[in-house]
């Protein structure tokens, strides 16, 4: 019997021991307490993400591997795995412009709960915390604000015409260290 939407758990092939669970909520009433236990660095630590601002899952695969592979090398930009993920999410290099951009700020409606290697305590811990409707993963897409997408990574429509915004800012996201 189900107790509602599950979270979504991410599997990264060149990382196999590594995860990453994600949780999907929406009319978000409490952020302020969200962003408290963000500015208070209290454990467990996650990714709160602005659901507005992610296209899709795939993109957020890609910054989650992206922030494996740089904490594996031992070549984050950021303190900690979790901030890595929303500046690898990212198409800027400014870290400060990436958190403003991703993360959750007093205006967050929808919210993206990730975490890196979740144990089941974490996710009731998350659930706990944020107020709102727990829905599927699968409708970030439907939460998704295109337009700020768009500006954000200087997405034009013509682009759009040959392909879909996750693959637009996939591409941004994976070509980002290299131009």
Not at 41 to 60: H, I, M, Q
Not at 80 to 94: I, P, Q, R
Not at 115 to 132: I, K, Y
Request: contains cysteine.
């Amino acid at each position: 019997m189900s107790t509602g939407p599950q979270p979504a758990v991410l599997k990264f092939e060149t990382h196999p021991s590594r995860t990453l669970t994600l949780l999907l909520f929406k009319d978000v009433t409490n952020v302020e307490d969200v962003r408290r236990h963000i500015t208070e660095a209290k454990d467990p630590v996650f990714s709160f993400l602005n659901a507005e601002t992610v296209a899709d899952v795939f993109p957020l695969h890609l910054a989650g591997h992206k922030s494996l592979t740089a904490q594996a090398s031992g070549s984050m930009v950021t303190k900690g795995l979790h901030t890595e993920l929303a500046y690898s999410l990212s198409g800027t290099k400014h870290i400060g412009e990436s958190l403003k951009r991703f993360g959750a700020t007093e205006t967050t409606k929808h919210l993206l709960v990730a975490r890196f290697d979740a144990a089941p305590e974490d996710v009731a811990f998350a659930q706990q915390l944020v107020q709102g409707e727990q829905v599927d993963v699968e409708q970030l897409k439907t939460l998704a604000n295109h337009e700020l997408i768009s500006k954000n990574y200087k997405v034009p429509p013509e682009e759009l015409k040959a392909g879909s915004m996750a693959d637009a800012v996939a591409c941004r996201i994976a070509s980002r260290d290299v131009v």
